[in-house]
């Protein structure tokens, strides 16, 4: 006797196969979407300038960060920056204008030269970490004291003090501060931060002195 076979209802059948269920959505679907393409080609131009108005600038959020936003992100780091340097710097003075620090130049320089000594790599380079943590500009002013320069390949102090600003800007330079943000100028023995009339004062005044302009941000290349 051969057993009765009951075959289970199914979509799939011989009549209609499930590829062709599947092929006929998809051919319906691209229809659709040229149908739609086609319509938008066919649109005016005032038609296309109406649409395009309904995506007011206005309604796009702004996350440009505000002028006191910005302005209490720089005071910020403008803080951070002076408690750093007076902790590396003894001789740092802050202001509401500027921060200043002082080297002398017995701890960069050889007597009467420009070029920096072995001793300036270690202050350079903290002093060059600092500045990268902040975008201020910051302006390098040479000082001497006001003995005549005797061995020296430089001509007058003015010329030497501006030398050594330029050779301790190469050097920050070097150690990754963008050159734009900075600015040398000397002043020879025209500044003097003591009297030049004792050995101690006259090494006072031979001196480079880094300010920070607060409140002015550099350029950054």
Same mark, same amino acid.
């Given at each position: 006797?051969?057993?009765?076979?009951h075959r289970?209802?199914?979509?799939? @059948?011989?009549?209609?196969?499930?590829w062709l269920?599947v092929l006929?959505?998809?051919?319906?679907n691209?229809m659709?979407f040229?149908l739609?393409?086609y319509?938008?080609?066919?649109q005016?131009?005032?038609?296309?300038e109406?649409?395009a108005r309904?995506?007011?600038a206005?309604?796009?959020?702004?996350t440009?960060?505000?002028?006191?936003?910005?302005?209490?992100?720089?005071?910020?780091?403008?803080?951070a920056?002076?408690?750093r340097?007076q902790?590396l710097?003894a001789?740092?003075?802050? @202001?509401?204008?500027?921060?200043r620090v002082?080297?002398q130049d017995q701890?960069?320089?050889?007597?009467?030269l420009?070029?920096?000594?072995?001793g300036a790599d270690?202050p350079l380079?903290?002093l060059?970490r600092?500045l990268?943590?902040m975008?201020?500009s910051v302006?390098i002013?040479?000082h001497?004291d006001a003995v005549?320069?005797s061995? =020296?390949?430089?001509? =007058?102090?003015?010329e030497?003090?501006?030398?050594?600003?330029?050779?301790v800007i190469e050097?920050?330079v070097?150690d990754?501060?963008?050159?734009a943000?900075?600015?040398a =100028?000397?002043?020879?023995e025209?500044?003097p931060a003591a009297g030049?009339? @004792?050995?101690a004062?006259?090494?006072?005044?031979?001196?480079?002195?880094?300010?920070?302009?607060?409140?002015a941000?550099?350029?950054?290349?």
């Amino acid at each position: 006797m051969i057993p009765f076979l009951h075959r289970l209802p199914s979509a799939a @059948t011989d009549e209609n196969p499930l590829w062709l269920i599947v092929l006929a959505d998809m051919m319906t679907n691209l229809m659709l979407f040229f149908l739609v393409m086609y319509a938008l080609s066919q649109q005016s131009q005032a038609a296309r300038e109406t649409m395009a108005r309904t995506f007011d600038a206005k309604d796009v959020v702004d996350t440009r960060p505000r002028p006191e936003e910005e302005k209490a992100r720089l005071d910020f780091e403008e803080k951070a920056a002076a408690v750093r340097l007076q902790a590396l710097f003894a001789d740092t003075d802050v @202001t509401e204008r500027e921060i200043r620090v002082r080297l002398q130049d017995q701890v960069l320089f050889p007597s009467g030269l420009a070029m920096l000594s072995e001793g300036a790599d270690a202050p350079l380079a903290k002093l060059a970490r600092v500045l990268l943590e902040m975008p201020n500009s910051v302006v390098i002013e040479g000082h001497t004291d006001a003995v005549p320069l005797s061995k =020296s390949p430089y001509r =007058s102090n003015w010329e030497l003090s501006v030398a050594r600003s330029n050779s301790v800007i190469e050097r920050l330079v070097a150690d990754g501060v963008p050159a734009a943000r900075l600015v040398a =100028s000397g002043y020879g023995e025209h500044r003097p931060a003591a009297g030049n009339d @004792t050995p101690a004062g006259r090494a006072r005044n031979r001196r480079v002195e880094i300010l920070i302009q607060r409140g002015a941000e550099g350029p950054d290349e």
